[in-house]
Structure formats: structure tokens, C-alpha cells
């Protein structure tokens, strides 16, 4: 198996309707079976800050989501070790990443993105990619995609 298919993609929100002062609706997502996760962020165009981005965790399906420490933008460290910012008004078509070592976490984990009150609002969307899986996903299906090239 290539390192690169080796992993599980899940779309936890699509592109939809603009979104102004209201979260945009999230799947959630069933990490058993695999130890590591990141979640992308994708901002589109966008004329207001966010007022949450942040991912939950649970041991239960569909309840109980609690936040995991480190994983909120606007109160969490980055990276680099400075304080990470939420998505402002000016970060249109960028990408925002939460990366999660999941020995160390609950089973069920959501995204919580939510857009502050603008004059029209912002688009985004987001992907969870699993990966270091106990068994390598080997079909699209799998894999998490309707259709899979691979050359």
C-alpha cells in the first residue's frame, strides 16, 4: 500500500449557501481504527470574522460532545507556540488545519465552525482526513470517495 492511500477521507461539511451569524452543520466522525486525524478548514470568501472553530469530542455517538484542549482557534497555542487566531475577514480562501493524535482521544470527534455576524457572510467547507489506520482502507469506497484514480 502507498502511504498516500492509506487513509480515509470524510467530508464533515460541503460547500452550501452562504453562512451569516449561524454554525454551519457538521458530521461527525467515527475515528475507530485509526490513530491520527486532521481536520481542514477551507474559507472561502468572507466579509466576517469567525466566532468559533474548534473540534469536540465523546465517547458516545451524538452526545456528550465536549471540547478537546489545544483544538480551539482563539484560544489554543499554534504551532509555532504563539496564540493561534480565529478566521478573520481578511482570510478568505485560506486553509485553517486542527491536527489530533487520537490514542489520546474519545472515539467521536465534531467540528464546531461558526460565523460571526456579517453583511452577507462566508463560505466554507471541511475535510477530516484519518490516517495510520489498523486495517488500510482498500476499496474508493473505503476510502471515503464515491470514485477513486489511481495511475
Do not use: H
Not at 20 to 25: E, M, R, Y
Not at 113 to 139: K, Q, W, Y
Amino acid at each position: 500500500m502507498i502511504a498516500a492511500q492509506n487513509k480515509k477521507v470524510i467530508g464533515v461539511t460541503f460547500p452550501v449557501a452562504i453562512v451569516d451569524n449561524a454554525s454551519w452543520t457538521t458530521v461527525e466522525i467515527d475515528t475507530l481504527g485509526f490513530d491520527y486525524a486532521e481536520f481542514v478548514w477551507i474559507l472561502g470568501a468572507t466579509d466576517i470574522a469567525m466566532v468559533a472553530l474548534k473540534v469536540q469530542e465523546s465517547d458516545t455517538s451524538g452526545s456528550g460532545m465536549a471540547d478537546v484542549p489545544g483544538a480551539i482557534f482563539g484560544t489554543s497555542n499554534n504551532d509555532a507556540g504563539s496564540a493561534s487566531t480565529l478566521p478573520s475577514a481578511t482570510d478568505d480562501n485560506k486553509l485553517f488545519s486542527i491536527c489530533l493524535d487520537l490514542t489520546k482521544r474519545k472515539r467521536y470527534l465534531d467540528l464546531v465552525a461558526t460565523n460571526g455576524d456579517g453583511t452577507a457572510g462566508g463560505f466554507g467547507a471541511c475535510v477530516c482526513i484519518l490516517t495510520r489506520a489498523e486495517a488500510s482502507p482498500n476499496t474508493a469506497a473505503k476510502s471515503g470517495y464515491s470514485q477513486r484514480l489511481i495511475v
